[in-house]
């Protein structure tokens, strides 16, 4: 059980990381392109649009399938719980970008249009404004991605990705090893427990309002 874990801890971790390090551009994109925004590009904001909208369709036993090639291009395999981190990534980071537009969105335009006349440049209003008026909601939106990977990481499991759900599919499931099935269980309702109130926390205590 003990490796099993370290290696869900492991995918969830570089996941999160990676998804939000893609999405989260992707998602200031998707607000400051917006009509009437900082940065108002309504053909570039659709195309993104459609492409997140695309990806997020796609149930991710088939994608991480599709995307075998890529993960074999980027870790050299596509097994193991480092070649499912790619596709975790990649599932992950659509969903993120939307996350992070819903959050972005949040933000009163009064304030934005108060950076503006004090002659603020784009990117400060994003990053000195927009970003730290809309933190509460974007750490309830880490934490709702942090929930989905897991999800997904034991989905993995299926086709070799390592982690909880291999053990429950091989052991719990396949050898009729039903204590290791609701041990998995018991062990990713508490992670999820654990993670949900601490991002209700950590959401609460960076909340100014």
Known sequence: MEQPLWESLYMVFFSTFFS??????????????????LSENIKLNHILGTIINIMRSVPFIILIIAIFPLSRLIVGTTIGPTAAIVALSVAAAPFVARVIESSLKEVDWGVIEASISVGAT?????????????????????????????????????????GLGDLAIRYGYQRYETDVLIATIIVLIVFVEIVQRLGNYLAKKVDKR
């Open 20 to 37: 939000v390090l893609i999405g989260l551009p992707l998602g200031i994109i998707l607000v400051i392109t917006d009509k009437g925004h």
């Open 122 to 162: 784009i990117p400060q209003i994003i990053f000195k404004v927009m970003i730290p008026e809309s933190l509460p909601s974007l750490i309830l939106g880490v934490t709702l991605t942090i929930i989905n990977i897991l999800g997904y990481s034991a989905m993995a499991g299926a086709i070799g990705g390592g």
